[in-house]
Structures are given as structure tokens and as C-alpha cells.
Nanobody, 119 residues
Framework: QVQLVESGGGLVQAGGSLRLSCAAS????????MGWYRQAPGKQRELVAS???????NYADSVKGRFTVSRDNAKNTVYLQMNSLKPEDTAVYYC?????????????WGQGTQVAVSS
């Protein structure tokens, strides 16, 4: 069972920055994809950014140019550097990890960390 522990959320003014971290434990298998989703009140959970083990990244259009996702494979940790934050970035941010086992992919979620951006 993979455990994901997030840190780094908080309250920041518009235009500010935050850095989220998520450390995975409980597996010796390679984690294929790690990433971040977010869910604002009354909205569906959406992908923010993801990074595969080889380093290729994917971003939601709304965060391109402002957010940067990265990972440290040796530490099984994924980061999200968020710059130029906007009030619409306010949401609970969830870490996500996908692990391949025997042809199947298992998805794990962190508990979520709140990000609030004031105008």
C-alpha cells in the first residue's frame, strides 16, 4: 500500500508563491506517474500537473507558465512550484501516484492540502 504525504499548502496573497511537496512510501516498485490534482468548492477534481518517471510533464492550460512540477525519483517525491498565484487557484490540492503491477495500474491519493489565494 502506497502512502502519500503532502505538505506546503497555506494562505498567500495574489501574485505570491507556494511550493507543495508529496512524499510516497510503502512501495519498492517504480512509480510511473506522479502529479497534482485540485478541487475547488462545488467543482470537480481536475488535473493540475503530472510528471512521468522519465521527466516528461503535462500541465493544465490554466497553470502553464506559472506552475512547475518536478520529481526526485530517488526520494519518491513530487513537487509543485506555484508562482503568480491567482484567487482562482484556491482549492484543495491532492497528490496522485500511479504504480504499475503485473499489467495493472494502481492509483493512490494523498489526503489533500489547502491552498488559499487572497485577492
Amino acid at each position: 500500500q502506497v502512502q502519500l504525504v503532502e505538505s506546503g499548502g497555506g494562505l498567500v496573497q495574489a501574485g505570491g508563491s507556494l511550493r507543495l511537496s508529496c512524499a510516497a512510501s510503502g512501495t519498492r516498485r517504480s512509480i510511473n506517474t506522479m502529479g497534482w490534482y485540485r478541487q475547488a468548492p462545488g467543482k470537480q477534481r481536475e488535473l493540475v500537473a503530472s510528471v512521468i518517471r522519465g521527466g516528461s510533464t503535462n500541465y493544465a492550460d490554466s497553470v502553464k507558465g506559472r506552475f512547475t512540477v518536478s520529481r526526485d525519483n530517488a526520494k519518491n517525491t513530487v513537487y509543485l512550484q506555484m508562482n503568480s498565484l491567482k484567487p482562482e487557484d484556491t482549492a484543495v490540492y491532492y497528490c496522485n501516484a500511479a504504480v504499475g503491477v503485473g499489467g495493472f495500474t494502481y492509483t493512490y491519493w494523498g489526503q489533500g492540502t489547502q491552498v488559499a489565494v487572497s485577492s
